[in-house]
Structure formats: C-alpha cells, structure tokens
C-alpha cells in the first residue's frame, strides 16, 4: 500500500514543507510567471499591436502546459525524498540511488536535496550530480535493436556497438504447426 504524499509531507514541519515546495516548484512558477509577463510587456509597450497578443497569449498556453505538468510532479518529488529519508535514518542509503532521477531536470533538484539530507559535502554533491547527469545523458543516447528471428541484440552508444546473442526459448507451436 502507498501513502500519500501530500499526507506523509504533513509529518514534515511547515517551514521544511514550504522551503521545499519552493525548491521543487521553482521552474513550475518561472513557467507560469515568465510567459504572463511577457504577453502582459507586450500589451503595455505595444497596445496598438492586438494582432500580436494572440500568439503570444498561445505561446503562454504551453509553456502553461509545461508548468501544470511539473506541478502536478510534486507528489512524486515529495515521495522520493521521504523514501529517501527513510533509508537514511536506517541506514541502507548510498548515492547511486539517485542517479535516476538524474535525467530529468526538474528531478535533479530533488536529486540534490536527497544528497543534502544524506549529509555529503557540497563539493562531493557536485561531482557526484555531475557524474550522475552525464551517466543519465549517455544512457539516453544509447539505442538498442533486438533482431528476434536470429537472436542478437544489437546496442549502439555512439562510440560502439556491441552485439550479444541471446538465449533461444522454446516457442509454443503456431497454427500452421511451426516453432519459432
């Protein structure tokens, strides 16, 4: 059974809930604020241009999108820094364990607290963030083919390409009465 965030966060105190509501939130609200002030620059230096508001208002749309979408990240945040925190406190924490959130900007904030909250310095933080995101980086540009019929898995980096064969299974018979 999963708790629910929004409630395991009320066992943080208000101010650590707010700093870190602030902290996750942050790209959310500059792409709320930044679009709404630009529409709004527009109209106040330019009130004749009405044919330019429409666009513009449209742009702000979805970068609107974009915003409501990292809000509505916000639980899965709050839950990995309390499991986090758990594993902390018992003891069972090692940094690797973040590394997947590493791949995502609006997770490498939370990736960073994590490492906070575990207590490293700030110039390890740093190299092992940096680290992690290239790790993330690379494994996000590596794609990989499965060639069924002869078994081969292909899996390309940009640097190389490695070719394994994989194990064969027995398939059940098809229709016609052949076996894979």
């Known amino acids: 059974m999963q708790t629910n965030p929004i409630r395991a966060a009320a066992g943080l105190s208000r101010r650590e809930r707010v700093r870190l509501w602030c902290s996750y939130q942050r790209y959310a609200v500059l792409m709320a604020v930044a679009p709404t002030a630009a529409v709004a620059a527009l109209a106040v230096a330019w009130p004749g241009a009405w044919w330019l508001w429409g666009p513009a208002a449209l742009g702000a749309l979805k970068m609107y999108g974009f915003a409501a979408d990292i809000y509505g990240r916000w639980p899965r945040k709050v839950r990995a820094t309390l499991l986090a925190d758990r594993r902390i406190a018992a003891g069972r924490f ?20 994590i490492l906070r909250r575990a207590g490293l310095p700030p110039a390890e933080r740093r ?54």
């Open 94 to 113: 090692r940094p690797e364990m973040v590394q997947r959130y590493c791949g995502d900007p609006c997770f490498r904030v939370v990736a960073r607290e």
């Open 127 to 180: 190299a092992l963030m940096t680290r992690f995101t290239e790790a993330e980086a690379e494994r996000g540009r590596t794609l990989v083919l499965i060639n069924r019929h002869d078994g081969v898995l292909f899996e390309m980096d940009g640097h190389s390409v490695r070719r394994q064969h994989l194990a064969r299974t027995p398939r059940a018979p098809t229709p016609t009465g052949e076996c894979g």
